[in-house]
């Protein structure tokens, strides 16, 4: 088998579909974007359009599927949601249930599929411009923490938004900003620079997601509106059911990073 | 009375919703958003904010009400949809049948208004940047052309993007481009530089709306997404209902044009 590394956003999709990768997907289709999986049903479907329409920087959408269909039209197109993941979870009534490699078996007619761009992207950028992402380099999880701040509501929909924190030099803290200025269409520029408590965080070691970054002297903490933001308010009003992709197995786009760059 | 150009985003909305005034609202309000209306009932908002997430260049939404209620919250907070407005139109199936100065009688229950960005926002920002803007010098309607460029089609809305023509001379093309790039939430970048034949207009001094801008020696005409686009759309699938500012009474928003600036 070709390298993965090497391989198409639709080769990988193929493999993946076939059962014969299942792992994370980072790192993989260099210069791709991927995308956060968000399945609810019709019922959910409205309020949660406006929820990503009203924060669009904890939830950029980019794209959502026709009701029923689970083909991604434009950000991959001819993409199967149901199978084309590495790895879901199922939520019932906000509660995890399961983890399944293929969800075909519980799709449903009344299902509208959003796919949320991905904090990869702008870390790719970031890298191209020598601003160093710490939990890249120390091969953990970003952390994250339940911010102070609320989202904007949108019926059954509301909560704070959950935010990511890379720490770097002093020097690098503007061009990381100009950097993710760039990219409102996965998360944008950072919605904080420095002190934690301002967003009402006490422990910048304790995050309430993933794993602590070490802070070295000097260093500035950043912050980023995050992707979980809006699986933690789906699953806060506790729908029925909801699919979301694994943490870290994510859909791989055919739309290029730089394609969602507005300059 | 103090001078209108003088009065602030709420004293002229107060202004309007008293009666005290009812022209249109171009140069009032310096540096403050206006925005285009569309009304439809709950029935067609679903798809209709799904077609506006698919064409954020023709259809870029400033702000869009809880069912039911016609006070903006976040782009004109307090602002009432049914009185603050100059001038609204009245559609039947999508027949242009009234033209009244206050909705509050044809409200109901099951109503969305959603607030599109406009032009007005973007032509401040190249004024500022010393590209002209010819029908503003000419002091008449900017041209309008129905494009071959289809947009991506959402449930019962589709249809062609409208495009808007602003001839310039070659060398301000690229300031014209780079400074509407900055603003994605007013139609953005934009959609073509130079040959009409290209959109499928066949003759540019023959605009489907508005009236034909001069194009002096030399000049190269540019054209954007146009916020009648989602107008149009909207009227060909024939609601029941459906209800928009008219022409040039838009709302006054108090979001300044710099806050649509995404870097």
Not at 85 to 104: A, F, K, Q
Not at 139 to 156: D, E, K, T
Not at 173 to 201: E, N
Request: glycine residues 8%; aromatic residues 8%.
């Amino acid at each position: 088998m070709q390298p993965l590394n090497t391989q198409s956003p639709e080769q990988l999709r193929q493999l993946i579909r076939a059962g014969q990768f299942n792992g994370p997907t980072a790192g993989l289709a260099a210069g791709f974007a991927q995308a956060n999986l968000l399945i609810v049903k019709q019922a959910q479907a409205y309020d949660f359009l406006l929820f990503c329409q009203r924060n669009p920087q904890a939830c950029p959408l980019l794209d959502v599927t026709d009701v029923g269909s689970a083909i991604s039209q434009y950000a991959a197109p001819g993409a199967d949601i149901r199978s084309d993941l590495p790895l879901y979870r199922l939520y019932r009534h906000g509660e995890l249930c399961e983890e399944v490699s293929d969800i075909s078996a519980h799709w449903q007619d009344d299902m509208v599929a959003f796919l949320i761009g991905c904090s990869f992207s702008f870390e790719s950028a970031l890298l191209a411009n020598d601003v160093p992402v710490r939990h890249i380099e120390d091969n953990h999880n970003v952390p994250m923490y339940i911010s102070n701040r609320q989202c904007r509501p949108a019926g059954q929909f509301s909560g704070p938004m959950v935010v990511s924190m890379r720490p770097m030099p002093a020097d690098k803290v503007v061009r990381a900003t100009q950097v993710t200025s760039r990219f409102p269409g996965v998360h944008g520029a950072p919605v904080h620079i420095g002190d934690p408590a301002a967003l009402g965080i006490t422990d910048i070691n304790k995050p309430d997601f993933g794993c602590a970054s070490h802070i070295r002297e000097g260093e500035v903490p950043v912050f980023w509106a995050c992707g979980v933001t809006p699986q933690a308010v789906a699953m806060h009003s506790k729908p029925e059911l909801a699919i979301t992709h694994a943490p870290g197995h994510m859909l791989i786009c055919d739309l290029r990073n730089e394609q969602l760059g507005v300059f």
